[in-house]
């Protein structure tokens, strides 16, 4: 009896179960009224906003089973630009006309338990009007489920399948049912998403985790109604929001909100009559794109003959660009880029063929196809080229960019394959080589795009690579395994394994290049499957029997997989017991630069490396400088989502000097993406193979030994083979290979033969024509359009029009230039040899005026961009400039005198100008003069208060002293920082400033002069000065009483010398006995200075002048005597203008109506007292001057003085550099002096020493191994000792006014070949006194010749390294 109660209660139960089911009965038209706007800008009410809005009566009727018709009823759109909520929706009459026919054609849907099928429409409905239909029917797509009121599922819509929340529920007293339905629009499946520009750009999600770049959530209510089959929408809302922020703000972000309403207005039994036209069969619920990417959102053009249009747009470049860039010039160049776009091919050829004689018109054209990305533009691009229209250089250059933007898509790779195989081409190898590398990047583009796509679209690669290895091709199978790395599909490899070491059977007869290409090729492989690479790369680097730079490169690849903990770990093993010390090297300094890393991405391997940091054993950080290394260091801020990043890798080999390879990589994350923006490799395998057959490759020898035979290898290295590339480089921008040279024998012969071309008949030929030219007069105008930046991305809403937001920037610059040319005496009409010997004998004057612009116009914006309307909130930047020059040059050869006169200009109204708005825009195809346009911040009101002024307007202006030049610079602002303390609201408005250059009030400006005298007779412009004797004494008397003073003197410091030595060794003794328990070195020298320090003390003894010593008497000359010391020399001549012609003159002066001002730099060269002297002096009578001497007394001392103030007398400073014994070492004396320093150096010093007393020095000090004493030094004066107690150890001593410091015994790098008496046998030869004596500056400059001075300098390189040698093998011994 119970059973059978209990079963009866189930059934009553289910009996009232209600079938969760959306019914739309038969035989009835179900009307709604229905509502969608859609609104972009900044979440604070106040602001403007842009959006649209549509509302018409929709009504939804059964046609047959589970298909049913939707038509639209009174449909009405709006566009809205306004103070948001102030400001009301405009209604757009004249485009609801327009498509009134196509909004009422009803299509037809099908329907089957709350879920949309396919969708249905006859052709001539737009795409657009079907996605506004769309819109409607996602409000239909329930998926409810009667056995639960909360899960969780994805599900389809118009977004794409998303991750969707559910919750049901039922109000008994009003018998409604509630429906809750959420979807998380950043957890999609087959996303419905459109992006431009951001095909190589790495998705961080590590950079997501904490902070969104964007997100978007939407949200629907349902109020539904039980009924006998089902359950009848009664009304439903729909909540949609996107959200972007370029960077981490808490004071708001840019937003797009969706929002639609459908509410049951009445059941009707009135039919719905379908269109007599063909149904066919549009697509799901899925977004539908259309020409989207074709339009620019920043202008609306409604393209009627693309052809005509195209070409007055190009006319209106040319006849306003001419002389000087427009400041709309960029926003011209991207009207014409989307004409182009939206051009056909045969109406680009019409248009290249009415305008490619002309050479404005044609280099437009020629910088606009690259960037219009089309099929279109890229097939121009390719026959013109086949036709012999286009140049190399020209067609490179279109190429190089034409390929890396062009839209991919199968058609676009077919494009790209023909042409890389056409015989045209593969005759060219560098434009082969551009083409296939970019072939590899559209076969990337479009795998970005589609996840899917087939590994057919590199059979082509995958052909020429077997054929390259059976042949044995080594040039080609690299050129195939660059192009399969950057198109990085998973499917290759196989291809590239066979190629790899261990691997392959073909690997076995492949060098050690194409091993590292091979290895190379698997890095953005390794960026989409890791776990796929990881084992390869992990079993390479393991290999000890493979070469160490391939081992070391795929270290890198291994690296790059991000390896977890355990990996890691067993890497670390595996580098302590490497026998190859650059491989240890290399992967110890990149584990460890690792750890620092702060990156999102690289936050889990900075965790394992620093675990594999504490395994390996702290000697490996001990490595020589010329180890192989590996650099890393980045830096991110969370709060700006922004960092960047840089690496570097320095791949040497042990038996070379010369490193095999050396890379650097740039890479930058911003908003959430990460990429590697630029990568530069240079690599010298062939050069390391060429070296290792030349005693450089000697293994026992030393770094000093290799270096050397190094050098002279490099020297020889015509005797280098001509079959074999010497090095290569490589350029990488965003991942990508887009170019790469090989460096071999032949190409440096080239090189060298155009660098010296200058001797050779078409060199001359080139010169006659270039002075022809220029004496006939020549005008020339540049203009270079570029498209800087666009990226761009499109993604659906609910309302059923997408939401774009991206970033354009166009750049223009121009230069009109006019040269002309004037010779006296005139050179004859038929220039035949001779040129250069005639020109040097002429007096050439130069006259050159110009006139450079530039123009910079930047967009960013969010909000509605499709082909009838446009509604966006966006911020719009412009930077113009004008720079006018005019210049004269005179070049008078045979006197060897050179001027340069920069003259007034005309200048524009402003040189520079600088504005940025916040604007909303709205319009529409049917009537674009309506065009609204506001800005994003409201009027302040009279009451309202900020502490920025919400409306800025000033003028600041300045004159520049004695130039008598005006400038003033003009600053406007108004934004909405009244609204409150948000810097958002002092962002958005309008700012601008203007800079304006002119002539002063004063005296007016004529020109600006700069002169060059080579060797003058006497200084131009030089005023005679009377000098004045001492007491009427002569100059041989002068001479006599100076030499006999300075003998006095000396005999004075010899004995005070004297005595101050045997104090000082008596000290000394007494110091070393009183520390004789201290620890000893083996070194003689460690053992001396320990002994002369005690408990952070010590003493020295005197330091004894060479030049004054009795054994090296013999070296000096009568030169090198005590009468040519500075302070002698100066007694005798204070100033050598008077009695010396100048070497060179140099005087840069101002020429006003008025007079002359400006200063002249004369250099002097007393060549019997090896004197050169330096004066700054005013071209007027001031007397002011700035005087610098040097003096070189013998090959053991020289002195310089700097003096300045009242000719030269005012203030000095004097530096003296000497040699000499310390304490029996070899040493050099460094010693400076001054007197009245000037107040801004004795402030700073003060400053310093008073930091320094509330500093722990003297701890820092002694922790750094550094004696310090107090001592009372001499005033105005600083001492530096440098001795050498070995070749490899120095001992410094400061002696400064308060304190005298020394590190002692402290060690060096490497041996010094300074031998104990002081000297240096590679400067034994060098007479510098003589050389000075035969000194000729004018004949020196005439007769360079590069290749001897080149000659001369490896010379004295390669001397200077043999005693290198020789010092560090004496050292060892």
Same mark, same amino acid.
């Given at each position: 009896?119970?059973?059978?109660?209990?079963?009866?209660?189930?059934?009553?139960?289910?009996?009232? +179960?209600?079938?969760?089911?959306?019914?739309?009965?038969?035989?009835?038209?179900?009307?709604?009224?229905?509502?969608?706007?859609?609104?972009?800008?900044?979440?604070?009410? !106040?602001?403007?906003?842009? !959006?649209?809005?549509?509302?018409?009566?929709?009504?939804?009727?059964?046609?047959?089973?589970?298909?049913?018709?939707?038509?639209?009823?009174?449909?009405?759109?709006?566009?809205?630009?306004?103070?948001?909520?102030?400001?009301?929706?405009?209604?757009?009459?004249?485009?609801?006309?327009?498509?009134? #026919?196509?909004?009422?054609?009803?299509?037809?849907?099908?329907?089957?338990?709350?879920?949309?099928?396919?969708?249905? #429409?006859?052709?001539?409905?737009?795409?657009?009007?079907?996605?506004?239909?769309?819109?409607?029917?996602?409000?239909?797509?329930?998926?409810?489920?009667?056995? +639960?009121?909360?899960?969780?599922?994805? %599900?389809?819509?118009?977004?794409?399948?998303?991750?969707?929340?559910?919750?049901?529920?039922?109000? #008994?007293?009003?018998?409604?049912?509630?429906?809750?339905?959420?979807?998380?629009?950043?957890?999609?499946?087959?996303?419905?998403?459109?992006?431009?520009?951001?095909?190589?750009?790495?998705?961080?999600?590590?950079?997501?985790?904490?902070?969104?770049?964007?997100?978007?959530? @939407?949200?629907?209510?349902?109020?539904?109604?039980?009924?006998?089959?089902?359950?009848?929408?009664?009304?439903?809302?729909?909540?949609?929001?996107?959200?972007?922020?370029?960077?981490?703000?808490?004071?708001?972000?840019?937003?797009?909100?969706?929002?639609?309403?459908?509410?049951?207005?009445?059941?009707?039994?009135?039919?719905?009559?379908?269109?007599?036209?063909?149904?066919?069969?549009?697509?799901?619920?899925?977004?539908?794109?259309?020409?989207?990417?074709? +339009?620019?959102?920043?202008?609306?053009?409604?393209?009627?003959?693309?052809?005509?249009?195209?070409?007055?747009?190009?006319?209106?470049?040319?006849?306003?660009?001419?002389?000087?860039?427009?400041?709309?010039?960029?926003?011209?160049?991207?009207?014409?880029?989307?004409?182009?776009?939206?051009?056909?091919?045969?109406?680009?050829?019409?248009?290249?063929?009415?305008?490619?004689?002309?050479?404005?018109?044609?280099?437009?054209?020629?910088?606009?196809?690259? &960037?219009?990305?089309?099929?279109?533009?890229?097939?121009?691009?390719?026959?013109?080229?086949?036709?012999?229209?286009?140049?190399?250089?020209?067609?490179?250059?279109?190429?190089?960019?034409?390929?890396?933007?062009?839209?991919?898509?199968?058609?676009?790779?077919?494009?790209?394959?023909?042409?890389?195989?056409? $015989?045209?081409?593969?005759?060219?190898?560098?434009?082969?080589?551009?083409?296939?590398?970019?072939?590899?990047?559209?076969?990337?583009?479009?795998?970005?795009?589609?996840?899917?796509?087939?590994?057919?679209?590199?059979?082509?690669?995958?052909?020429?690579?077997?054929?390259?290895?059976?042949?044995?091709?080594?040039?080609?199978?690299?050129?195939?395994?660059?192009?399969?790395?950057? #198109? !990085?599909?998973?499917?290759?490899?196989?291809?590239?394994?066979?190629?790899?070491?261990?691997?392959?059977?073909?690997?076995?007869?492949?060098?050690?290049?194409?091993?590292?290409?091979?290895?190379?090729?698997?890095?953005?492989?390794?960026?989409?499957?890791?776990?796929? &690479?990881?084992?390869?790369?992990?079993?390479?680097?393991?290999?000890?029997?493979?070469?160490?730079?391939?081992?070391?490169?795929?270290?890198?690849?291994?690296?790059?997989?991000?390896?977890?903990?355990?990996?890691?770990?067993?890497?670390?093993?595996?580098?302590?017991?490497?026998?190859?010390?650059?491989?240890?090297?290399?992967?110890?300094?990149?584990?460890?630069?690792?750890?620092?890393?702060?990156?999102?991405?690289?936050?889990?391997?900075?965790?394992?490396?620093?675990?594999?940091?504490?395994?390996?054993?702290?000697?490996?950080?001990?490595?020589?400088?010329?180890?192989?290394?590996?650099?890393?260091?980045?830096?991110?801020?969370?709060?700006?989502?922004?960092?960047?990043?840089?690496?570097?890798?320095?791949?040497?080999?042990?038996?070379?000097?010369? $490193?095999?390879?050396?890379?650097?990589?740039?890479?930058?994350?911003?908003?959430?993406?990460?990429?590697?923006?630029?990568?530069?490799?240079?690599?010298?395998?062939?050069?390391?193979?060429?070296?290792?057959?030349?005693?450089?490759?000697?293994?026992?020898?030393?770094?000093?030994?290799?270096?050397?035979?190094?050098?002279?290898?490099?020297?020889?290295?015509?005797?280098?083979?001509?079959? *074999?590339?010497?090095?290569?480089?490589?350029?990488?921008?965003?991942?990508?290979?887009?170019?790469?040279?090989?460096?071999?024998?032949?190409?440096?012969?080239?090189?060298?033969?155009?660098?010296?071309?200058?001797?050779?008949?078409?060199?001359?030929?080139?010169?006659? %024509?270039?002075?022809?030219?220029?004496?006939?007069?020549?005008?020339?105008?540049?203009?270079?359009?570029?498209?800087?930046?666009?990226?761009?991305?499109?993604?659906?809403?609910?309302?059923?029009?997408?939401?774009?937001?991206?970033?354009?920037?166009?750049?223009?610059?121009?230069?009109?230039?006019? &040269?002309?040319?004037?010779?006296?005496?005139?050179?004859?009409?038929?220039?035949?040899?001779?040129?250069?010997?005639?020109?040097?004998?002429?007096?050439?004057?130069?006259?050159?005026?110009?006139?450079?612009?530039?123009?910079?116009?930047?967009?960013?914006?969010?909000?509605?961009?499709?082909?009838?309307?446009?509604?966006?909130?966006?911020?719009?930047?412009?930077?113009?400039?004008?720079?006018?020059?005019?210049?004269?040059?005179?070049?008078?050869?045979?006197?060897?005198?050179?001027?340069?006169?920069?003259?007034?200009? *005309?200048?524009?109204?402003?040189?520079?100008?600088?504005?940025?708005?916040?604007?909303?825009?709205?319009?529409?195809?049917?009537?674009?003069?309506?065009?609204?346009?506001?800005?994003?911040?409201?009027?302040?009101?009279?009451?309202?208060?900020?502490?920025?002024?919400?409306?800025?307007?000033?003028?600041?202006?300045?004159?520049?002293?004695?130039?008598? &030049?005006?400038?003033?610079?003009?600053?406007?602002?108004?934004?909405?920082?009244?609204?409150?303390?948000?810097?958002?609201?002092?962002?958005? !408005?309008?700012?601008?400033?203007?800079?304006? @250059?002119?002539?002063?009030?004063?005296?007016?400006?004529?020109?600006? %002069?700069?002169?060059?005298?080579?060797?003058?007779?006497?200084?131009?412009?030089?005023? @005679?000065?009377?000098?004045?004797?001492?007491?009427?004494?002569?100059?041989?008397?002068?001479?006599?009483?100076?030499?006999?003073?300075?003998?006095?003197?000396?005999?004075?410091?010899?004995?005070?010398?004297?005595?101050?030595?045997?104090?000082?060794?008596?000290?000394?003794?007494?110091?070393?006995?009183?520390?004789?328990?201290?620890?000893?070195?083996?070194?003689?020298?460690?053992?001396?200075?320990?002994?002369?320090?005690?408990?952070?003390?010590?003493?020295?003894?005197?330091?004894?002048?060479?030049?004054?010593?009795?054994?090296?008497?013999?070296?000096?000359?009568?030169?090198?005597?005590?009468?040519?010391?500075?302070?002698?020399?100066?007694?005798?001549?204070?100033?050598?203008?008077?009695?010396?012609?100048?070497?060179?003159?140099?005087?840069?002066?101002?020429?006003?109506?008025?007079?002359?001002?400006?200063?002249?730099?004369?250099?002097?060269?007393?060549?019997?007292?090896?004197?050169?002297?330096?004066?700054?002096?005013?071209?007027?009578?001031?007397?002011?001057?700035?005087?610098?001497?040097?003096?070189?007394?013998?090959?053991?001392?020289?002195?310089?003085?700097?003096?300045?103030?009242?000719?030269?007398?005012?203030?000095?400073?004097?530096?003296?550099?000497?040699?000499?014994?310390?304490?029996?070492?070899?040493?050099?004396?460094?010693?400076?002096?001054?007197?009245?320093?000037?107040?801004?150096?004795?402030?700073?010093?003060?400053?310093?020493?008073?930091?320094?007393?509330?500093?722990?020095?003297?701890?820092?000090?002694?922790?750094?191994?550094?004696? @310090?004493?107090?001592?009372?030094?001499?005033?105005?004066?600083?001492?530096?000792?440098?001795?050498?107690?070995?070749?490899?150890?120095?001992?410094?001593?400061?002696?400064?006014?308060?304190?005298?410091?020394?590190?002692?015994?402290?060690?060096? $790098?490497?041996?010094?070949?300074?031998?104990?008496?002081?000297?240096?046998?590679?400067?034994?030869?060098?007479?510098?006194?003589?050389?000075?004596?035969?000194?000729?500056?004018?004949?020196?400059?005439?007769?360079?010749?590069?290749?001897?001075?080149?000659?001369?300098?490896?010379?004295?390189?390669?001397?200077?390294?043999?005693?290198?040698?020789?010092?560090?093998?004496?050292?060892?011994?």
């Amino acid at each position: 009896m119970r059973v059978l109660v209990f079963a009866l209660t189930v059934a009553l139960a289910a009996s009232q +179960q209600i079938n969760l089911v959306p019914e739309f009965a038969a035989g009835k038209t179900y009307v709604y009224k229905y509502e969608g706007q859609i609104l972009g800008g900044l979440p604070q009410e !106040g602001l403007g906003k842009a !959006g649209m809005k549509v509302s018409c009566k929709a009504l939804i009727r059964a046609e047959a089973q589970n298909t049913y018709l939707l038509k639209l009823a009174d449909p009405k759109i709006y566009e809205y630009a306004g103070i948001w909520p102030k400001d009301q929706f405009a209604p757009a009459s004249k485009l609801t006309a327009a498509l009134n #026919a196509q909004l009422a054609t009803p299509i037809r849907f099908e329907y089957a338990n709350g879920a949309v099928g396919k969708v249905f #429409a006859p052709a001539r409905v737009s795409a657009t009007v079907l996605n506004l239909h769309r819109g409607i029917l996602n409000i239909l797509q329930l998926n409810l489920k009667n056995t +639960q009121n909360v899960y969780e599922m994805h %599900e389809a819509g118009a977004h794409g399948v998303c991750k969707t929340h559910y919750m049901i529920t039922e109000d #008994a007293k009003s018998h409604q049912i509630t429906v809750l339905k959420s979807k998380d629009l950043t957890n999609c499946h087959e996303r419905v998403i459109k992006d431009a520009g951001l095909a190589h750009a790495e998705k961080c999600a590590e950079c997501q985790q904490r902070f969104q770049s964007l997100t978007g959530t @939407v949200t629907y209510s349902y109020t539904m109604k039980p009924t006998d089959a089902g359950v009848q929408v009664s009304e439903a809302t729909v909540d949609e929001i996107h959200q972007y922020s370029l960077f981490n703000t808490i004071t708001g972000a840019a937003q797009m909100r969706a929002k639609q309403t459908l509410r049951l207005m009445e059941v009707q039994g009135t039919p719905i009559a379908p269109d007599n036209a063909q149904y066919s069969a549009r697509g799901s619920l899925k977004y539908e794109f259309g020409a989207e990417l074709l +339009q620019t959102p920043i202008q609306l053009l409604k393209i009627r003959n693309a052809e005509a249009q195209t070409a007055e747009v190009l006319q209106h470049l040319a006849a306003n660009n001419a002389d000087m860039i427009h400041e709309d010039a960029p926003l011209k160049f991207l009207q014409l880029v989307q004409l182009l776009r939206a051009a056909t091919f045969e109406n680009i050829q019409a248009i290249w063929n009415q305008h490619k004689t002309k050479p404005l018109h044609r280099q437009w054209i020629l910088d606009a196809a690259p &960037v219009v990305s089309t099929h279109a533009a890229l097939r121009f691009i390719k026959e013109k080229f086949q036709a012999g229209e286009f140049s190399a250089p020209e067609f490179t250059r279109a190429l190089l960019l034409g390929l890396h933007l062009a839209t991919a898509d199968p058609e676009a790779i077919q494009q790209a394959a023909s042409l890389a195989q056409s $015989p045209k081409i593969r005759a060219m190898p560098a434009l082969h080589e551009v083409i296939m590398l970019g072939y590899g990047s559209m076969v990337a583009k479009y795998c970005a795009e589609v996840p899917t796509c087939s590994a057919d679209h590199l059979k082509l690669v995958h052909d020429h690579a077997a054929e390259a290895i059976a042949k044995g091709k080594i040039s080609e199978i690299s050129l195939a395994l660059k192009v399969l790395g950057n #198109a !990085g599909h998973p499917a290759s490899l196989k291809p590239i394994m066979k190629l790899l070491p261990g691997f392959g059977s073909a690997a076995a007869a492949m060098p050690t290049r194409v091993h590292v290409d091979a290895i190379l090729a698997l890095r953005n492989i390794a960026k989409k499957e890791p776990k796929l &690479v990881q084992p390869v790369a992990l079993q390479l680097f393991m290999d000890k029997n493979l070469h160490p730079e391939a081992r070391m490169v795929a270290c890198i690849v291994l690296f790059e997989t991000k390896p977890s903990v355990a990996l890691m770990s067993t890497v670390a093993g595996e580098i302590e017991k490497e026998p190859r010390n650059e491989v240890a090297s290399f992967a110890y300094s990149y584990i460890k630069s690792l750890t620092r890393s702060t990156a999102p991405d690289l936050v889990n391997i900075a965790a394992a490396a620093n675990v594999a940091v504490r395994i390996l054993s702290p000697k490996l950080d001990r490595q020589s400088y010329f180890s192989s290394t590996a650099y890393h260091l980045d830096l991110y801020v969370s709060p700006l989502i922004a960092g960047a990043a840089g690496t570097a890798f320095i791949i040497n080999d042990a038996a070379t000097i010369v $490193p095999r390879a050396v890379v650097a990589k740039a890479r930058a994350y911003l908003a959430g993406a990460a990429s590697d923006v630029l990568e530069v490799g240079v690599r010298t395998e062939g050069l390391q193979k060429a070296l290792q057959r030349t005693p450089a490759a000697d293994e026992n020898a030393d770094r000093i030994t290799k270096i050397k035979h190094t050098l002279k290898a490099l020297m020889n290295w015509k005797a280098m083979p001509a079959s *074999e590339p010497l090095g290569s480089i490589y350029f990488k921008a965003f991942g990508q290979e887009i170019a790469f040279t090989n460096i071999d024998k032949t190409f440096i012969d080239n090189a060298i033969e155009q660098a010296t071309q200058a001797a050779k008949p078409r060199a001359r030929q080139l010169l006659k %024509e270039t002075v022809k030219a220029l004496q006939a007069g020549i005008s020339y105008q540049f203009a270079k359009l570029m498209l800087t930046a666009e990226f761009r991305r499109i993604v659906p809403t609910a309302v059923g029009v997408p939401m774009e937001l991206g970033v354009l920037s166009a750049a223009v610059t121009a230069a009109a230039v006019n &040269v002309k040319a004037t010779a006296t005496p005139p050179l004859p009409e038929n220039l035949e040899t001779g040129i250069l010997d005639q020109l040097r004998k002429t007096d050439i004057d130069l006259q050159a005026e110009a006139r450079p612009s530039a123009a910079i116009q930047s967009f960013s914006w969010i909000g509605v961009n499709i082909v009838l309307i446009q509604a966006s909130v966006m911020a719009r930047g412009k930077i113009h400039t004008v720079a006018p020059f005019k210049v004269a040059a005179r070049a008078d050869f045979p006197r060897g005198n050179i001027k340069v006169q920069i003259l007034p200009a *005309e200048a524009p109204d402003h040189v520079a100008a600088v504005s940025f708005e916040t604007v909303a825009v709205a319009r529409n195809m049917e009537d674009h003069p309506a065009e609204r346009v506001i800005s994003l911040a409201p009027a302040a009101p009279s009451s309202a208060q900020s502490l920025i002024p919400a409306s800025i307007q000033k003028s600041l202006c300045g004159k520049v002293p004695y130039f008598q &030049v005006k400038g003033c610079i003009e600053v406007a602002s108004h934004n909405a920082g009244f609204m409150g303390y948000n810097p958002i609201y002092y962002v958005v !408005g309008q700012h601008s400033a203007r800079i304006s @250059v002119g002539r002063g009030d004063g005296p007016a400006l004529e020109r600006v %002069e700069f002169e060059v005298h080579i060797a003058p007779e006497k200084a131009p412009e030089k005023s @005679v000065r009377e000098t004045n004797p001492a007491s009427g004494e002569t100059q041989e008397e002068n001479i006599i009483l100076l030499k006999l003073r300075e003998y006095l003197e000396a005999g004075l410091k010899k004995s005070s010398s004297s005595s101050s030595s045997s104090n000082s060794t008596s000290s000394s003794r007494s110091s070393s006995r009183s520390s004789s328990g201290s620890s000893r070195s083996s070194s003689s020298s460690q053992s001396s200075s320990s002994a002369r320090m005690s408990r952070g003390h010590f003493t020295h003894g005197p330091f004894e002048k060479f030049h004054k010593n009795q054994y090296l008497a013999t070296e000096i000359t009568s030169k090198a005597s005590s009468s040519s010391s500075i302070e002698a020399l100066q007694r005798q001549a204070k100033l050598l203008e008077d009695s010396i012609a100048p070497a060179f003159v140099i005087i840069a002066r101002v020429v006003r109506s008025d007079r002359k001002l400006g200063y002249q730099l004369a250099a002097y060269l007393d060549k019997p007292n090896s004197r050169a002297q330096l004066v700054l002096s005013s071209t007027s009578n001031d007397q002011w001057k700035l005087c610098a001497d040097g003096v070189l007394s013998s090959k053991h001392k020289a002195s310089a003085r700097v003096g300045w103030g009242s000719e030269c007398q005012d203030s000095s400073a004097t530096v003296k550099a000497e040699t000499g014994l310390h304490e029996s070492s070899p040493a050099a004396r460094f010693k400076l002096d001054w007197d009245k320093a000037p107040r801004l150096v004795t402030t700073a010093a003060m400053n310093v020493m008073r930091a320094c007393e509330y500093l722990p020095m003297q701890t820092a000090a002694r922790l750094a191994g550094i004696a @310090v004493n107090r001592a009372e030094n001499k005033a105005n004066s600083v001492v530096i000792i440098i001795a050498l107690p070995t070749k490899r150890s120095a001992d410094i001593i400061v002696k400064a006014p308060r304190m005298t410091a020394a590190k002692l015994a402290m060690p060096l $790098p490497f041996g010094l070949p300074v031998e104990k008496d002081g000297s240096i046998p590679v400067l034994q030869d060098l007479d510098i006194q003589d050389a000075i004596e035969k000194l000729d500056i004018r004949a020196a400059v005439q007769n360079f010749d590069a290749d001897a001075a080149v000659e001369r300098a490896i010379d004295a390189v390669t001397r200077v390294l043999n005693e290198f040698e020789k010092a560090q093998n004496e050292q060892e011994i």
